[in-house]
Nanobody, 121 residues
C-alpha cells in the first residue's frame, strides 16, 4: 500500500506564506500525477493545483499567481508554495497522487490525511 504524509500547514496572517509538503511512500513504482485539493467548512472539496508527470501545472483561478505546485520525483514528494495568503484560503488541504503500485501493477488514487491552513485577517 501507499501512504501520503502531509506537513506544513498552520496559522498565518493574511499576506503571509506557507509551504505544504506531501511525501508518498510504500509500494510505489512511479507517480503519474499529484495534486492539492482543499475543503473549507460547508464547501465542496476543490482542486487547487495539479501537476502530472510531464511537469505541466494547472491552478484554480482563485490561486493563480499566488500558489506554485512542484514535485521532486526522486523524493516522491509534491509541494505547494502558497504566497499572499488570504482568509478565503482557509481550508483543510489534501494531497492527492495517482500512483503505479509496484505490487499490483495497477494505478490508484491516494489521499493524504489533510492539513489545516488558517489565514487570519
Amino acid at each position: 500500500q501507499v501512504q501520503l504524509v502531509e506537513s506544513g500547514g498552520g496559522l498565518v496572517q493574511a499576506g503571509g506564506s506557507l509551504r505544504l509538503s506531501c511525501a508518498a511512500s510504500g509500494s510505489i513504482f512511479s507517480i503519474n500525477a499529484m495534486g492539492w485539493y482543499r475543503q473549507a467548512p460547508g464547501k465542496q472539496r476543490e482542486l487547487v493545483a495539479f501537476i502530472p508527470k510531464s511537469g505541466t501545472t494547472t491552478y484554480a483561478d482563485s490561486v493563480k499567481g499566488r500558489f506554485t505546485i512542484s514535485r521532486d520525483n526522486a523524493k516522491n514528494t509534491v509541494y505547494l508554495q502558497m504566497n499572499s495568503l488570504k482568509p478565503e484560503d482557509t481550508a483543510v488541504y489534501y494531497c492527492n497522487a495517482n500512483i503505479w503500485e509496484s505490487r499490483t501493477w495497477t494505478t490508484r488514487d491516494y489521499w493524504g490525511q489533510g492539513t489545516q491552513v488558517t489565514v487570519s485577517s
